[in-house]
């Protein structure tokens, strides 16, 4: 795969993903609550990128992208969202919030700087 079509994959996926956590935390504050499907669909995410044996490539690149953001802070990716997980299930908005902004930022990262490899700059 030539750089432009990895790039564009990066910035696809990253972009998918983006939106999803970007809703969830816009609903959160808003609402100070979200619905379970929302709940769900969140979890379901964190858990497939916590998955240390799920061989989808799309799931491979956000979880390795999420892991070196973790890792230079100090903190563990399986512990970071496992602990992510049960706090949204308990509806703990007060500290699922700054972790979904962390994850936000990291993937954010990730896709600006792909696009701005497609881009050429």
Do not use: C
């Not at 993903?17 to 504050?29: A, E, P, R, S, T």
């Not at 379970?36 to 995410?45: A, G, N, R, T």
């Not at 100090?74 to 994850?103: D, H, Q």
Request: proline fraction near 2%.
């Amino acid at each position: 795969m030539s750089n432009i079509g990895l790039n564009t994959n990066v910035f696809r996926i990253t972009g998918k993903y983006l939106d999803i956590l970007n809703d969830f935390i816009v609903k959160m504050k808003i609402h100070s609550e979200i619905s379970d499907v929302k709940k769900e669909e969140l979890i379901e995410f964190l858990t497939k990128i916590n998955d240390i044996n799920n061989a989808q490539p799309q799931f491979q690149l956000l979880s390795s992208i999420i892991e070196r953001e973790l890792r230079n802070i100090n903190r563990k990716s399986i512990p970071y969202l496992n602990t992510l997980v049960e706090e949204i299930k308990s509806g703990a908005i007060e500290s699922v919030v700054p972790k979904i902004e962390f994850l936000v930022e990291a993937l954010d990262t990730e896709n600006s700087e792909a696009l701005s490899k497609i881009k050429g700059d």
